[in-house]
């Protein structure tokens, strides 16, 4: 009789598994689905030039994300799209892992002030949600972490709530700490934050590489001396690029303070711009270059593909 009960109680236990199972690859279908109606619904096919590009990031695992002159354009899946939102004019574009944050100027048909300040938006979705500084502030050097949201960013001119320099928020531009950015170098042209670490920031300058872990108090140069850009963080990475006269692409580690240096496509009087890393590929990152064109690569630099020559499509 034991035997029977056990029998049964597997048999029920397998159904139950099976159809657990059923559900949640069902489930994981519908959501597949939906997502896949969003992308139709909210982009259509783009054929053209990309102009001043501000910014780049993964928005999906294989969706590139360009905020350029004209709105954000879209490369999934070796095809061009754009989005028929925001129409604007980014700066300071920062991917987080469930949307972007962003600052800049309104396009044409917007009914946004000028310039927008920080503002905070889904590629796929039509609304932004206002954090701040419309119609006095334009950020373009900002960087926001991936998953914890800090913001930092460079204030060029004062504002009603700043004076000119580096600050950050830490609860989505309900207040503001100015930084003391001891050490920061010449000249910031961009910032990144650590995904989870608020206290970890990057700072690329005229002068190089700079990184702090206090918070932006006080910062020490990684790099060799040169002009600095591209900064991405993973969990346990920096990424950077370096124009020396010659172009570099590097990985810094801060657990041991070693540097790698990443194979770059052939390039010709030209540099990295900005770094975006596939955070669902291990080997995938992509790059954009002063002159306007961009690569990918899925082998972490031992050969890469051009999807972006000069400003235009390929």
Not at 22 to 27: G, T
Not at 70 to 84: D, F, M, N, V, Y
Not at 223 to 250: A, I, V
Request: aromatic fraction near 10%.
């Amino acid at each position: 009789m034991k035997i029977k009960i056990g029998i049964i109680m597997f048999i029920s236990m397998f159904i139950f598994a099976a159809c657990s199972s059923d559900s949640n690859q069902n489930e994981a279908s519908k959501e597949s689905s939906e997502q896949k109606e969003s992308v139709e619904k909210s982009t259509a096919s783009f054929d053209g030039s990309l102009e001043h590009v501000h910014g780049m990031g993964y928005v999906e695992e294989n969706t590139l994300a360009y905020a350029a002159h004209s709105g954000i354009k879209l490369h999934k899946g070796g095809e061009w799209l754009e989005s028929i939102h925001h129409k604007n004019d980014y700066m300071g574009f920062n991917v987080v892992d469930d949307g972007f944050y962003t600052s800049g100027h309104p396009g044409e048909e917007s009914d946004l002030p000028n310039p927008i300040g920080l503002q905070k938006g889904k590629v796929m979705e039509e609304g932004l949600s206002a954090l701040g500084f419309e119609g006095e502030s334009d950020f373009h050097a900002m960087g926001v972490g991936a998953r914890n949201h800090a913001v930092y960013v460079f204030n060029e001119h004062a504002n009603s709530e700043m004076e000119q320099g580096l600050y950050r928020s830490l609860d989505d531009g309900e207040s503001w700490e100015k930084i003391a950015a001891e050490n920061s170098g010449e000249k910031i042209f961009q910032i990144a934050v650590h995904p989870d670490d608020e206290n970890r920031v990057a700072l690329a300058t005229a002068s190089g590489i700079y990184l702090s872990e206090d918070g932006g108090e006080t910062f020490s140069r990684i790099s060799e001396e040169g002009q600095g850009s591209g900064l991405h963080f993973t969990k346990n990475r920096l990424y950077y690029g370096l124009y020396t006269g010659t172009p570099f692409l590097s990985v810094y580690k801060w657990e041991d303070q070693s540097k790698e240096e990443i194979g770059l496509p052939e390039m010709k009087e030209d540099g990295v711009m900005y770094i975006a890393k596939n955070p669902e590929k291990k080997d995938t990152l992509s790059i954009f270059t002063i002159k306007g064109s961009s690569y990918t690569t899925s082998d972490s630099g031992e050969s890469w593909e051009q999807i972006i020559e000069e400003g235009q499509t390929k």
